[in-house]
């Protein structure tokens, strides 16, 4: 009888630990995915924070032609100051949040696009040594946008997957792990600005 209450104590303890380790696998694999969607998110504001700028530069280039569009280089600027406002940690993003964000880069992207198509009005910009770099930088800088954007998408989806998978799924819901949004495709950001050399 005694044989029997061990084994059972023995049973219980091992059912119990395992339980436990796998709870801890769980957690740690969902904190990690979690602090993977964090840095994904601070990847794309870096390339938007290197986009912003060069649009200063950019603009501070322009601004030394003569006659150039004064509205052009406001509504640039404007953008500039808005879409450089709109700051979320990866914790912040809610769908009106990303929204949000989203909102801003967009018309930062529609006036820079604006700005680009303008200079082609001004053939001495466009012989200008400084801008032509610009140009150059400011057109990797949006691949690198792109491609930050693809890759926390990425992750988030591994996330997200992750915390709607059983048994992790009630780890999440006992550490409030909770869903991540995605970079939404809209027209505007489906087009990177037009750059003409």
Known sequence: MKGVKNLTLIIVLAIILIVGVMG???????????EAVNLAWNNVNTEYQKRADLVDNLVNTVKGAANFERE???AVVN????????NFTADQLT????AKFEQAQSEMSGALS???????????????QNFTELQYE???????????????NETVESFNTSIRRFPTNIIAKIFGFEKRQYFEINSEDAE???VNF
């Open 192 to 194: 990177v600005p037009e």
């Open 79 to 86: 953008a500039r100051a808005k879409a450089t406002s709109v």
């Open 138 to 152: 400011l057109a990797g800088t949006e691949n690198r946008i792109a491609t930050e954007r693809m890759r926390y």
């Open 114 to 128: 604006r700005l680009l198509v303008s200079v082609e009005r001004y053939p001495e910009l466009k012989a200008n």
């Open 24 to 34: 801890c696998n769980g957690y740690n694999g969902l904190v990690k995915q979690d």
């Open 72 to 74: 052009t280089l406001t």
């Open 95 to 98: 769908p009106e949040n990303m």
